[in-house]
């Protein structure tokens, strides 16, 4: 069965400071990864997504994402954090062929000054 | 801006009523998906549809129903509306039949 599974429901980090978010993953075929954003109010905005090739993808807002078949992790992780960057994150998971998205359940971000 | 556009942002209604949220995809976009956001289910995917034909079906109720027009914007209709129908109410869209590519702001749906 599909499905994605974010650890951290809620992560506090200080301004400057290194992000790390986990996401596991469970498909039956070659999966697609996709990270998310959320800013309160406002609809999704993708950061990265994963299809095929080197497995380290580079998103916007300086946001990369490493993808681990051996871990089936999608983890996304930021150098420095800034805190516009306060938001919800959304993993999530589809295939060839497929025209659903598997979300995981967020992991809420807060940005301490 | 995703340029996909929901109206209307917040809706308020009592049970049993029947509510439309529409949705204008980003331009040049024949796909458009239905996905639900509430606390305790997260975010589902409830349907797509594919230059006016539906292409795919998820955890949508009976009691929704959703279609898309010729000049490709499309409708989620609820009806018999219950509490547990509250939630926001994400609509998206791409190119092709893939993947949702670009989501809109989400139509918050309140029920009384």
């Known amino acids: 069965a599909q499905s994605v599974t974010q650890p951290d429901i809620h992560i506090t980090v200080s301004e400057g400071a290194s992000l790390e978010l986990r996401c596991n993953y469970s498909?039956?075929?070659?999966?697609?990864l996709f990270w998310y954003v959320q800013s309160p109010g406002q609809g999704l905005q993708l950061l990265l997504k994963?299809?095929?090739?080197?497995?380290l993808v580079q998103g916007i807002k300086g946001f990369e994402a490493e993808f681990k078949r051996s871990q089936s992790s999608f983890n996304l992780r930021k150098p420095s954090v800034h805190w516009s960057d306060a938001a919800e994150y959304f993993c999530?998971?589809?295939?060839?062929?497929?025209?659903?998205?598997?979300f995981g359940t967020g992991t809420r971000l807060t940005v301490i000054p | 801006d995703s340029g996909v556009t929901q109206t209307p942002k917040h809706l308020i209604t009592a049970t049993g009523q029947r509510v439309t949220l529409r949705c204008s995809p980003r331009s040049g976009d024949l796909s458009v998906y239905w996905y639900q956001q509430s606390l305790d289910q997260g975010l589902q995917f409830l349907i797509q549809?594919?230059?006016?034909?539906?292409?795919a079906k998820g955890n949508i109720l009976e009691r929704f129903s959703a279609q898309q027009f010729p000049d490709l914007h499309s409708e989620l209709n609820l009806s018999s509306l219950e509490l547990g129908d509250s939630a926001l109410y994400f609509c998206?869209?791409?190119?092709?039949?893939?993947?949702?590519?670009?989501f809109g702001d989400g139509t918050r749906l309140s029920i009384l």
């Open positions: 549809y594919y230059n006016g034909e539906e292409r």
């Open positions: 999530a998971v589809g295939g060839t062929g497929a025209n659903n998205l598997f």
């Open positions: 498909y039956g075929a070659t999966p697609y």
């Open positions: 998206a869209s791409s190119v092709g039949g893939g993947q949702p590519q670009h």
């Open positions: 994963y299809f095929s090739g080197d497995t």
